[in-house]
């Protein structure tokens, strides 16, 4: 399944799908970019990056694709798990010397037994 | 490697208290820490950045007065909440980065302030 990572959507998938969550960054300058999940009550773990000069990279059963055209990431999550069901962020960092990151809005992602 | 700590993991306190929440890099150096707050449902908003020695910078619209950050060693940042309402009840969660990184952040398991 997919979604548009807006208003905390809920992306609701079953075992052993694949997944594919969406993020639409606002800054043209951003030159990094990570996604990040986050369980309820814990803080975020780093899932996988990708810099601006790449548009593909690929992680234990996770993918990041980004296209700076449209100022569009997604996160694709193969062979989706139980223990994969969390909110997902992604983030980007506008570069420079403050390197702060901007977070999107997240994606609860459920996982259907 | 790169784990950040958060003290307390929750914590209760009376209106007009101030509260102090540290962060603290276990395994490596920090020249730079972030302080996030997290509301139910919502997204990490940036409180402020804290570099090692110097004054933090804190985005627009956080009071410097009432969120005091220290960062006085590479491995520690403290965040007080002086005089606390219940509208700071939230999630405070921070990050570190390492020297060396271009940009990777590491962050803690976050702290949940209840203000009564």
């Known amino acids: 399944g997919e979604s548009v990572g807006l208003h905390l959507p809920t992306l609701s998938v079953q075992e052993g799908d694949n997944s594919i969550i969406n993020c639409a960054y606002s800054?043209?300058?951003?030159?990094?970019f990570i996604w990040y999940k986050q369980e309820s009550g814990k803080g975020p773990q780093f899932i996988i990056d990708?810099?601006?000069?790449?548009d593909k990279r690929q992680g234990q059963r996770v993918t990041v694709l980004l296209n700076k055209t449209v100022k569009h990431l997604s996160l694709q999550i193969a062979a989706t798990q139980p223990g994969d069901s969390a909110v997902y962020f992604c983030?980007?960092?506008?570069?420079?010397?403050?390197?702060?990151?901007?977070f999107g809005t997240g994606t609860q992602l459920k996982v259907e037994l | 490697g790169a784990v950040v700590s958060q003290h307390p993991s929750r914590v209760i306190c009376k209106s007009g208290t101030s509260v102090k929440i540290e962060c603290r890099s276990l395994?490596?150096?920090?020249?730079?820490m972030f302080w996030y707050r997290q509301f139910p449902k919502k997204s990490l908003m940036l409180m402020a950045t804290?570099?090692?020695?110097?004054?933090?910078?804190?985005e627009q619209g956080v009071e410097k007065d009432k969120f005091l950050i220290n960062h006085a060693s590479l491995t520690l940042s403290t965040l007080t909440v002086t005089s606390a309402h219940p509208e700071d009840s939230s999630f405070y969660i921070c990050?570190?980065?390492?020297?060396?990184?271009?940009?990777?952040?590491?962050f803690g398991p976050g702290t949940r302030l209840t203000v009564t």
């Open positions: 804290s570099n090692e020695g110097s004054k933090a910078t804190y």
């Open positions: 983030a980007e960092n506008t570069g420079g010397g403050g390197n702060k990151l901007t």
């Open positions: 800054n043209s300058a951003s030159d990094y």
């Open positions: 990050s570190a980065r390492e020297r060396a990184s271009q940009g990777e952040q590491y």
């Open positions: 990708i810099r601006s000069n790449m």
């Open positions: 395994d490596f150096q920090a020249t730079t």
